[in-house]
């Protein structure tokens, strides 16, 4: 069942056993893209064809590759697709090497490496980001069946110490009332 719920789109499915329900917050036309691509896959499934449990496992390094391609055809940003590849690196670097074997603690092995490396909270959060589309992406191909990102939470950045108005600065907002 597709439906709109505010700003986002509510997905359900039961496939099996197993009931699949996301919140998405997209465009129309990528709710009803996914929601196809999800019943797709239920069909595959009820038909006895593979799906992600059954195929070989697929390379992180392989699955980026088609993610990035993917991610260029429909436009984005070239920095933000720079930073997507560097997170996905980063994580193939301490992760194993198929999407199906990367858990939560490889992801927070990632993150305290990157952490340990001096990077800043919010670019944390921003590749946390970047890892759960790619999961994502990588669900709604069959590539793999979870999303070891959503567990692992945010970092909390430490607010910014208050400025001082220097004595100058003062005068001179001082002047221009």
Excluded at 4 to 30: N, V
Excluded at 61 to 79: F, V
Excluded at 169 to 175: E, M, Q, T, V
Aim: glycine share 6%.
């Amino acid at each position: 069942m597709l439906k709109r719920l505010g700003s986002l789109w509510s997905i359900t499915l039961r496939m099996g056993a197993r009931r699949i329900h996301r919140h998405l917050r997209c465009s129309e036309s990528e709710a009803h893209a996914i929601y196809a691509a999800l019943l797709d896959r239920k069909a595959r499934l009820d038909s006895g064809l593979q799906v992600a449990e059954d195929r070989p496992p697929m390379d992180i390094l392989d699955a980026m590759a088609h993610y990035m391609t993917e991610a260029q055809g429909r436009g984005l940003n070239p920095s933000h697709l720079a930073a997507a590849r560097q997170s996905i690196a980063a994580l193939a670097a301490v992760a194993p090497p198929t999407l199906r074997e990367i858990t939560r603690e490889h992801v927070l092995a990632w993150r305290s490496q990157r952490a340990g490396a001096g990077v800043a909270p919010t670019t944390l959060n921003r590749d946390r980001a970047h890892l759960s589309a790619f999961f994502a992406w990588a669900i709604l191909g069959d590539l793999c069946t979870g999303n070891p990102v959503l567990s692992v939470p945010t970092v909390k950045a430490t607010p910014p110490a208050p400025r001082v108005c220097t004595w100058d600065a003062f005068c001179a907002l001082a002047d221009h009332l």
